[in-house]
């Protein structure tokens, strides 16, 4: 594993996620609930995909683990799309 599969890095690039939340509802708790993180700088809900895909971009480095945590809160799954996706 690197530090770009493990972790967000600061930037303008991103990661993206995969997540299995169906409803714009449950799309825009998720956003909301990551960006009262600590280091979350933005969160775009892209809506043309499916499932739905979430970027997050981040002020300093967080990791894929504590992303994941953060959404499984809320009962739902968060996965990483690859290193540069």
């Known amino acids: 594993m690197s530090l770009l599969s493990e972790n967000i890095v ?9 997540t299995n ?15 009262s993180m600590e280091g979350v700088k933005d969160v ?22 504590e992303i994941q945590k953060r959404v499984m809160e809320l009962g739902f799954h968060i996965m990483p799309k690859g290193a540069f996706a």
Do not use: M, R, W
């Open 10 to 18: 600061p930037g303008s690039q991103g990661k993206i996620f995969g």
């Open 21 to 35: 939340a169906k409803t714009d509802n449950d799309l825009k708790k998720i956003k909301n609930h990551l960006l």
């Open 44 to 65: 775009v809900i892209n809506y043309k995909t499916f499932p739905a895909e979430l970027t997050i971009y981040s002020s300093v480095v967080l990791s894929v683990d």
